[in-house]
C-alpha cells in the first residue's frame, strides 16, 4: 500500500508569517504534484516536480523534491488570508499499476488571519 | 482551452438509487480519472480510462463504474447508492498516455447527497 503522509493538517497563522508543509512517503515518486483546493471546488494545480533535489518557486511558494524522491515540501513566506485553503499533495508512483492514479495526502488546511 | 467540465454540480438522491455523472476533459486530454473526496477519507482514486479502455482501479465496490467516449468525455455511475456515497466527485484529465503520469487537471466536481 503507498501512503503519502502530509503534514501539519491544521495551520493557523497571522499575516506575514511564514509555513512550510511537509509530505513523506515511504515509496518513490515518479513525480509529485502540489495543489490548492477552494470549498466545493476542484483542486488546481500549483507545481509539479520530477527530479529528485528539484526547487521550484512560484512567487512566495516555495517546492522541494527530496533527492530520494519520498518527500516534499511547500514552504510560504509572508502569507496572506488570499493564501488560506487546503493544500494537497499528491504523489504518482511509476508502474503499469498506476495509470492516472494520484496518491494524495490528507491534506493541510491553512487559515491566514488579517 | 476550456478547462475540465463536470455535470451536474450537485445531485440528491436516496438510498437505494443510481446516479450517473459526466465528465468533459479538456481538449486533447485522453486520460480521464475519477476521485472520490470526503472528509474522512480525503481525495481516493476510483478508476482511470485512456481511449475507450479502464487502464486502472481503486480499491471501490463494483456499485461504481465507468465509461468513456471515443470523444473522451466520461461518465461515471454509482448503483444502489448508500449514505456512504455521499461525497464530492472529482473528474481529473491529462495529455499522459504512458504510465508516468507527471500532472492532472480537476473539474470543480459533482457534490452527491444521498439521503
Known amino acids: 500500500t503507498q501512503l503519502l503522509e502530509q503534514s501539519p493538517q491544521f495551520l493557523s497563522i497571522q499575516e506575514g508569517e511564514n509555513l512550510t508543509v511537509y509530505c513523506n512517503s515511504s515509496s518513490v515518486f515518479s513525480s509529485l504534484q502540489w495543489y490548492r483546493q477552494e470549498p466545493g471546488e476542484g483542486p488546481v494545480l500549483l507545481v509539479t516536480?520530477?527530479?529528485?533535489?528539484e526547487v521550484k518557486k512560484l512567487k512566495r511558494l516555495t517546492f522541494q523534491f527530496g533527492d530520494a524522491r519520498k518527500d516534499s515540501s511547500l514552504h510560504i513566506t509572508a502569507a496572506q488570508p488570499g493564501d488560506t485553503g487546503l493544500y494537497l499533495c499528491a504523489g504518482a508512483y511509476a508502474g503499469g499499476t498506476s495509470y492516472g492514479k494520484l496518491t494524495f495526502g490528507q491534506g493541510t488546511i491553512l487559515t491566514v488571519h488579517p | 482551452k476550456a478547462g475540465v467540465t463536470q455535470t451536474p454540480r450537485y445531485l440528491i438522491k436516496t438510498r437505494g438509487q443510481q446516479v450517473t455523472l459526466s465528465c468533459s476533459p479538456i481538449s486533447g486530454h485522453r486520460s480521464v480519472s475519477w476521485y472520490q473526496q470526503t472528509p474522512g477519507q480525503g481525495l481516493q482514486f476510483l478508476f482511470e480510462y485512456f481511449s475507450e479502455t479502464q487502464r486502472n482501479k481503486g480499491n471501490f465496490p463494483g456499485r461504481f463504474s465507468g465509461r468513456q467516449f471515443s470523444n473522451s468525455r466520461s461518465e461515471m455511475n454509482v448503483s444502489t447508492l448508500e449514505l456512504g456515497d455521499s461525497a464530492l466527485y472529482l473528474c481529473?484529465?491529462?495529455?499522459?498516455?504512458?504510465?508516468?503520469?507527471?500532472?492532472?487537471?480537476f473539474g470543480p466536481g459533482t457534490r452527491l447527497t444521498v439521503l
Open positions: 481529473a484529465s491529462s495529455s499522459q498516455t504512458g504510465s508516468s503520469l507527471k500532472e492532472q487537471f
Open positions: 516536480v520530477v527530479t529528485g533535489g
